[in-house]
């Protein structure tokens, strides 16, 4: 039985029903993990998760993985974020820590202001969902993207990013909804 065997419940238990997963193939070439998607339970939001990305990339305590959530109708927007920062991780061969921003110098998302995302803990489902266990050790850390933009990011490059926390928390931000504007 492998250490990763217990991915797929995990994420089941914590975020909702494995709906499907796109192949590992995308435009004809292996980039050797999948885009998996979730349905929440009891809410109108979608997960989109990275499986296989733990073989790929090196330079962590633990394999990685990614996930985005967003609102069920802006599926399209998480699966693009974190494909294309999937791949980015997988071309340089690296890894992100938490705190740390992975952006781009425009909108990543047409018709959004975000240029990028934050790597997070999740910011609505705790603390035990970020960890993978097998036999009691930490076995596998699972990255949140929560998607912001060039202004929010520049705040967080300049003052960190417990400020920006601050200013989404007293605006009453919803961190799952790409159309946001931005707090910054």
């Known amino acids: 039985?492998?250490?990763?065997?217990?991915?797929?419940?995990?994420v089941e238990a914590h975020i909702g029903r494995v709906r499907g997963a796109d192949s590992s193939t995308a435009s004809g070439r292996e980039r050797g993990y999948h885009l998996v998607y979730c349905d929440h339970r009891d809410s109108p939001h979608v997960s989109v998760l990275t499986s296989g990305l733990r073989m790929r990339t090196a330079g962590a305590p633990l394999p990685q993985e990614l996930v985005c959530t967003v609102r069920a109708d802006q599926e399209r927007q998480a699966r693009h974020l974190t494909g294309v920062i999937a791949e980015l991780l997988t071309e340089s061969?690296?890894?992100?820590?938490?705190?740390?921003?992975?952006?781009?110098?425009?909108a990543l998302l047409p018709g959004t202001e975000i240029a990028g995302a934050l790597a997070a803990p999740h910011p609505h489902l705790g603390d035990e969902f970020d960890v993978l266990l097998h036999e009691g050790s930490p076995v596998l850390q699972i990255i949140t993207l929560v998607p912001i933009t060039r202004n929010e990011a520049q705040l967080v490059a300049r003052y960190g990013s417990d400020v920006l926390y601050d200013r989404w928390e007293e605006q009453h931000t919803d961190l799952l909804d790409v159309h946001r504007p931005s707090v910054a």
């Open 1 to 10: 039985m492998s250490r990763f065997s217990g991915f797929p419940a995990h």
């Open 93 to 106: 061969r690296s890894r992100v820590g938490y705190g740390a921003l992975i952006m781009n110098d425009r």
